[in-house]
């Protein structure tokens, strides 16, 4: 693609709009203007992907209402194309194709500045706290610009973003020859049992109520998959792991009985990396659990700015992983209410939406 010209000061775009305060979204065209801030680039987008945050906007349950200002552009996990960039970005190229950290940082913050910048106390998330993806344009900071130049195959590029909370929640615990448990395999689940694997994990277990997911986790070679609704987990764990328990739990599910059960089949001294968000408080026998068994409790919080984000590029230039099989659905971003209907049903891995109806071309 060309650069914009300087002459276009605002463009027309369909986008995916939350704009009441109740279940839905709109697709309606919106403009944006061209001005760049200090620092930013402007992107031409080439996919999206849908995400379990999408969802609790799509739904706008409790969450939604008390973390949205409306209306908003929704969505967070792209890829692109770089069209326009400010006069003081250094680092990057018109034509650039790229992914985003999604999580817009201070870098003045005691967090930031001690390298922590993924648990930045002035955090701005795209498609949460400012305008988002599903549409065809975006402006960013390029700072949260991930090059993929050099990726072959392109069509997964927009998943990274989740990619990376996978990453994130599976390897903070060394986790090579290692017993672990992927609990929850909603699409970054899914990613967490292929990171498992990348990794060396000597067996993983993945734990899943619904069949088209526990499906997937097969395809994956998931080592033991256990149907909560039909099996005793901490029995079964404790089988697959000799009695010993697993040495690393991966918390995916935000499910509290889930996550209750799983602080009995630890392994003393194991760890658990905890991504999934329950809904309310959950009971722990704290002596016994935790300070007897001499476990690590981590959470989990976006990917590590941009640690994290070194580990996802390894694995996709290597081709270190079955995308293929997590991608399961493709829309274009028009069909965005059928997208968030099946990612409601749970039917589904990871599903991907390609803007399609550029008003401007």
């Known amino acids: 693609m060309k650069p914009l010209s300087e002459n276009i000061k605002e463009l027309e775009m369909m986008a995916v709009i939350k704009e009441k305060p109740k279940k839905g979204f709109s697709y309606k065209k919106v403009k944006l203007s061209t001005d760049l801030k200090p620092g930013e680039v402007l992107i031409k987008i080439k996919s999206v992907s849908f995400c379990g945050t999408d969802s609790h906007i799509y739904r706008y349950d409790n969450w939604a209402r008390t973390h949205l200002n409306l209306p908003l552009i929704v969505g967070h996990e792209f890829s692109g194309e770089i069209i326009k960039m400010a006069d003081d970005v250094p680092s990057l190229n018109i034509g650039d194709i790229v992914s985003a950290e999604t999580h817009i940082i201070c870098n003045e913050c005691e967090f930031c500045l001690r390298g922590e910048g993924h648990i930045c106390e002035n955090t701005e998330i795209i498609g949460v706290h400012r305008d988002g993806c599903f549409a065809s344009y975006i402006k960013i900071p390029a700072a949260n610009c991930i090059v993929n130049n050099d990726v072959e195959d392109k069509t997964y590029l927009s998943v990274q973003e989740p990619l990376g909370n996978a990453v994130h929640t599976v390897t903070h615990f060394p986790i090579k020859n290692k017993s672990v448990v992927i609990l929850g395999c909603g699409p970054i689940g899914l990613m967490g049992i292929d990171v498992a694997k990348a990794y060396g994990a000597k067996k993983v277990i993945a734990i899943e109520v619904n069949q088209y997911r526990r499906n997937i986790a097969k395809d994956l070679n998931a080592d033991h998959i256990i149907n909560p609704l039909e099996e005793d987990v901490l029995e079964k764990v404790m089988e697959y792991t000799n009695g010993k328990g697993a040495d690393v739990i991966c918390e995916f599910s935000g499910n509290i009985k889930a996550i209750e059960t799983a602080f009995k089949y630890i392994k003393p001294g194991g760890g658990m ?66 997208a968030a209907e099946i990612m409601e049903s749970k039917n589904c891995g990871k599903i991907i939406l390609i803007p399609g109806d550029d008003i401007n071309e």
């Open 273 to 338: 990396s905890m991504l999934g968000l329950p809904n309310d408080n959950i009971e722990i026998d704290l002596a016994n659990d935790i300070v007897f068994k001499g476990i690590n409790i981590y959470g989990v919080v976006g990917r590590r700015i941009y640690q994290t984000w070194e580990k996802v590029k390894y694995l996709v230039s290597n081709d270190l992983l079955n995308l293929d099989k997590i991608v399961t659905h493709q829309f274009p971003l028009n069909k965005i209410t059928e």
